[in-house]
């Protein structure tokens, strides 16, 4: 007997901007409105492993499978969200 179910995929961010955010401020424990999506991540305060947490989350929330070393190109989130 076959079955046509898939795996289970994410749908695709519908505002990929406002997903990095959110993931973000759930890392930093921060309101998504005070995080300023064209400073850097350093600036933000994202430490490394913070980054990796942060990559994982916008990863399982967006379907996507982006590395963390990706920051390191991607400097802001507005930049990562462009990226994703």
Known sequence: MSSDLQPFAPAPAADPLAEVVAVL??????????????????FLGLGSLQAVEFVAGVNARCGTRVKAPALFDHESPAAFARHI
Do not use: N
């Open 25 to 42: 401020a759930g890392v930093l424990m921060l309101d998504p409105g005070k995080i300023d999506p064209r400073r850097s991540f350093r």
